[in-house]
């Protein structure tokens, strides 16, 4: 089975409503990215961050009529910026799989790594 994934970018304080149509549209998940290039460093503990541009995903069913999910959507945002709509289709993949071909070895501290077994890890590093 192949999926829909649909995008856009919105300012963050109407992230959470966009979010709420996706779901609301049909999206079997949706999630927020940052749309930029702006990291959140150290909040306080009830704080809840989000970027000053914001990218709402939603993954929908292969078959999904995502020209109505479109037009549905930028009914209901009319009246709010919206950028850079975007429509890609996922193909299926064993996920479990897959995401071990991206990752790369993580370094915490002088001495922790994690990385696979099977990583090249040198006592230089």
């Known amino acids: 089975m192949s999926w829909i994934q649909l995008s856009l970018e919105i300012a963050n304080d109407q992230a959470e409503f966009a979010s709420d149509l996706f779901s609301e549209a049909g999206a079997v998940s949706v999630s927020l990215e ?53 429509r890609e289709q996922l193909d299926d993949q064993v996920w479990e799989v897959a995401w071990k071909d991206h990752f790369q070895p993580m370094r915490f501290g002088r001495r922790l790594w994690v990385a696979p077994v099977d990583a090249d890890i040198s006592a230089d590093d």
Not at 50 to 59: F, P, Q
């Open 34 to 86: 940052n749309a930029g290039n702006q990291p959140i460093l150290q909040m306080g503990m009830d704080d809840v961050g989000l970027w000053h541009s914001v990218k709402v995903i939603g993954l929908f069913e292969s078959g999904i009529n995502t020209e109505d999910v479109e037009i549905t959507l930028s009914s209901q945002l009319e009246g709010i910026d919206v950028f850079n709509w975007q």
